[in-house]
């Protein structure tokens, strides 16, 4: 019993660490948390204190940016995984092989266009939108509103409508105007 229940613990954390490596991105918790519970390979609680240990372990690597957590492989990690991969069910194997490059391109999505909002001081918010391809910056454009309403409506626009927004800004700075 002891032996079994150990055993997929360990499958669970080698589940964890495939998922991630065959994205090869760094990923966010929540979007790991995401493709963890929809695919339903193992609940929210056994995800996060599985996040931890694999980190403990030297097998991911966690990197803050922008307020959030992204995790990735580290060589040890790829190299236990190599080491252990028989040890994932190939049903399980096969389900993330089909996805990953779904949810890959998902994921740069998500991490390409940021908008998040801060408040300066009570009458002040500041909105930060940017567009990202690859490593290279787009726009990064900080805007100061005066209500929270504002600072939000402005985020869920630049997230819903990025392209637009952003050619609209180059069109309105390219035209040609009169002093």
Not at 61 to 76: C, H
Not at 153 to 163: E, T, V
Request: net charge negative; proline share 2%; charged share 25%.
């Amino acid at each position: 019993m002891y032996f079994e229940e150990n055993q997929e613990l360990a499958e669970k954390k080698l589940i964890l660490l495939y998922v991630i490596n065959k994205i090869n991105i760094p990923v966010s918790n929540t979007q790991i948390t995401k493709i963890i519970l929809e695919n339903r390979f193992m609940n929210y609680f056994y995800s996060q204190q599985f996040l931890i240990d694999l980190c403990k372990q030297n097998l991911l690597q966690s990197e803050s940016t922008e307020g959030k957590v992204y995790y990735k492989t580290t060589d040890k990690g790829r190299e236990i995984l190599n080491y252990f991969i028989n040890h994932i069910p190939l049903g399980v194997k096969n389900r993330i092989d089909e996805a990953s490059s779904s949810i890959k391109k998902k994921i740069k999505n998500e991490t390409s266009v940021i908008a998040d909002f801060s408040p300066e001081d009570n009458n002040q918010f500041v909105v930060t939108c940017k567009i990202n391809e690859d490593d290279f910056s787009l726009i990064n454009l900080n805007i100061t509103v005066g209500t929270k309403s504002d600072a939000r409506k402005i985020c869920d626009n630049w997230h819903a409508f990025p392209q637009e927004i952003y050619s609209e800004i180059i069109e309105i700075l390219m035209q040609n105007r009169n002093k």
